[in-house]
């Protein structure tokens, strides 16, 4: 399973769609500016840290990040 293309998204929509893909885990909601916060938090998910989500620092928008994030995640038991 992949998660959602960030491409022609903004972030509220975009953010919007992890929150009901991953309701389970309950990751919320922030503002565009609070993005490396939101990632962080994800991290410390064990199914976001156990798939290696990327380290937001080595990328400057949230749209790099997610693009990246596409493929990586794994939701099958």
Not at 48 to 60: A, C, K, L, N, T
Not at 64 to 69: E, G, L, N, R, S
Request: some cysteine; proline content about 3%; charged content about 20%.
């Amino acid at each position: 399973m992949i998660t959602y293309d960030p491409r022609g998204m903004e972030w509220d929509g975009y953010c919007k769609l992890m929150q009901e893909l991953f309701s389970a885990n309950q990751i919320g909601g922030v503002e565009e500016e609070n993005w490396r916060n939101w990632v962080d938090g994800m991290s410390g998910i064990g199914i976001f840290g156990q798939s290696g989500i990327p380290d937001h620092r080595v990328y400057e928008d949230w749209r790099d990040w997610a693009q990246a994030m596409c493929g990586i995640m794994n939701l099958q038991s």
